[in-house]
């Protein structure tokens, strides 16, 4: 996603929701040139946001977020987008994941941001063993993964998910990790 500060990451991150980054960074431009701060998103109307953000995914309901999200980093943080995850949490429009991009990206803090390829991929290596929800796979990846480490092995669980460690088809022939892939080993005959 292209973005130039970390209120803008935000913004683009609650956008990329069961969105893709393709669609977000088509939308952000207009919306970033209209809107450059919180202080100014704060201040908009759901009329005027909405168009912006009208071929997004939840366009009705992240446009919400986004206004209530400006809000309140302007009335409980200054204006300025929070380092931790708790506060992130608190804002509108962000739950762990985007909070966990947030101080990785921005802050360079160790989180791991688990999406649906995160979960499935780590859980198919064998990163995780038997997380049942994205928090105790983010649990375990963060406690065995060297903290320097974790946005690489974030972006990387990404896109091996994207692309060759597929939902519906994964490419084992294609992958350079079957030798230490738990479901390889189980499902190759």
Same mark, same amino acid.
């Given at each position: 996603?292209?973005?130039?500060?970390?209120?803008?990451?935000?913004?683009?991150?609650?956008?990329?929701?069961?969105?893709?980054?393709?669609?977000?960074?088509?939308?952000?431009?207009?919306?970033?040139?209209?809107? +450059? /701060?919180? @202080? *100014? #998103?704060?201040?908009?109307?759901?009329?005027?946001?909405?168009?912006? $953000?009208?071929? !997004?995914?939840?366009?009705?309901?992240?446009?919400?977020?986004?206004?209530?999200?400006?809000?309140?980093?302007?009335?409980?943080?200054?204006?300025?987008?929070?380092?931790?995850? +708790? /506060?992130? @949490? *608190? #804002?509108?429009?962000?739950?762990?994941?985007?909070?966990?991009?947030? $101080?990785?990206? !921005?802050?360079?803090?160790?989180?791991?941001?688990?999406?649906?390829?995160?979960?499935?991929?780590?859980?198919?290596?064998?990163?995780?063993?038997?997380?049942?929800?994205?928090?105790?796979?983010? @649990?375990? #990846?963060?406690?065995?993964?060297?903290?320097?480490?974790?946005?690489?092995?974030?972006?990387?669980?990404?896109?091996?998910?994207?692309?060759?460690?597929?939902?519906?088809?994964?490419?084992?022939?294609?992958?350079?990790?079957?030798?230490?892939?738990?479901?390889?080993?189980?499902?190759?005959?």
């Amino acid at each position: 996603m292209a973005y130039e500060n970390p209120y803008q990451l935000l913004v683009a991150v609650i956008l990329s929701a069961q969105c893709t980054d393709k669609r977000v960074n088509m939308v952000t431009p207009a919306l970033f040139e209209r809107y +450059p /701060d919180a @202080e *100014t #998103l704060s201040k908009a109307t759901f009329e005027e946001v909405e168009p912006f $953000i009208r071929s !997004v995914t939840f366009a009705n309901n992240k446009t919400k977020h986004l206004i209530g999200m400006a809000q309140k980093l302007l009335s409980n943080f200054n204006g300025i987008v929070p380092n931790n995850i +708790p /506060d992130l @949490e *608190t #804002l509108p429009g962000v739950g762990r994941k985007t909070a966990n991009v947030i $101080i990785s990206v !921005v802050y360079g803090l160790p989180g791991m941001a688990v999406d649906t390829h995160v979960f499935r991929v780590s859980a198919r290596l064998g990163l995780t063993i038997n997380a049942k929800t994205p928090l105790q796979a983010e @649990e375990q #990846l963060v406690a065995n993964i060297p903290s320097q480490l974790l946005p690489l092995a974030h972006h990387w669980l990404i896109l091996h998910g994207r692309y060759t460690c597929t939902a519906r088809s994964p490419k084992c022939d294609q992958c350079g990790l079957t030798e230490v892939c738990k479901y390889y080993a189980a499902n190759s005959h």
